[in-house]
């Protein structure tokens, strides 16, 4: 008996790890920056931090926005540029309910950066995004990693290319793992980024001034952990595509992992991050270093 147990576990174990295998990128590096803005690590996340501490909508706002962007023409801060017309990307009916606070925080972020002569027109609001979502994660409790680095940022947003590719709160399990397989992503990294999204989400009271800031004590409903699986296997999903997460052998099987090992959680989390991280980047001339992430360089 004991002996099933652990084999079952471990073969949990190696399944889980191998459907969440996490080559390097060809493209992206840690070290992106070390000659050029050595300290962008440490200015963004002053600059988040800051941003964080004004309002707790920081952290489920930047979240989002990232997931947003990397699923609408890969991570290349398409999301955040503005158009006069009203047809850019954040005009999309999808994106409508993106927070400002999401923007705000890379608005701000990169205007750090800028302001140290070095890093001037050296550091992509792409990667900006990144690093500020990698900090509200680490911020909230959750655990830390290490961000690839080298995004350009896109000279293309359109509204037209949000529809039918970003989740519905809706969608059964089949379409869920359908639109993530669109992107390269297997559903262990569909459940492991849903459970922690869901996590904030939940965390946002929607009644109250988002100005009043909720001090983040390590006790809040804000800590990153697993009880979101928890509250699956019995049933508790706030929205039908929630609950849609234990609705398969295989989904269960995952769920079940990730509700009773929060490490296990964790590091596949981190590594679904990165992977999130690396849909359709862009590199050398294929993008820009944009001066102001709501405008393309002219
Ligand atoms: C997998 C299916 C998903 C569905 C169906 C879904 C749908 C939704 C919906 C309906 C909302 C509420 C929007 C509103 O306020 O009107 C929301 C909020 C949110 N989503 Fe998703 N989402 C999904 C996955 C994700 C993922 C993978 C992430 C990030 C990794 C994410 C991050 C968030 C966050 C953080 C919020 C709260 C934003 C805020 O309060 O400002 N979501 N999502
Ligand atoms: C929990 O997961 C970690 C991997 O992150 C693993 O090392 C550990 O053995 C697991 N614990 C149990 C009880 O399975």
Redesign the pocket.
Known sequence: MVTNCIIFLSTTLLFLLILSSNQCSAQLKRDYYRDSCPNVESIVRNSVKKKLQETF?TG??T??L??HDCFIQGCDASVILASRTGDAEKDAEDDL?L?GD?FDTVIRAKEAVESVPECKNEVSCADILALATRDVILLSGGPKYGVELGRKDGRISTKASVGGHL???H?NYKK?RNMFASHGLSEVD?IA??G??KQ??KA?PRDVDPRVAVPLDPASPLKFDNSFYKNLQQGKGL?A?DQALYSTRKSKRVVNAFASNSSLFERIFVSSMTR?GRLGVKTGNQGEIRKDCRVINS
Do not use: D, E, N
């Open positions: 909508v489920p706002a979240l989002r990232f997931f309910s927070a999401g989740p519905l709160a969608f869920l569909l980024l849903s922690y999204a904030l989400q946002c929205l595509s999130l």
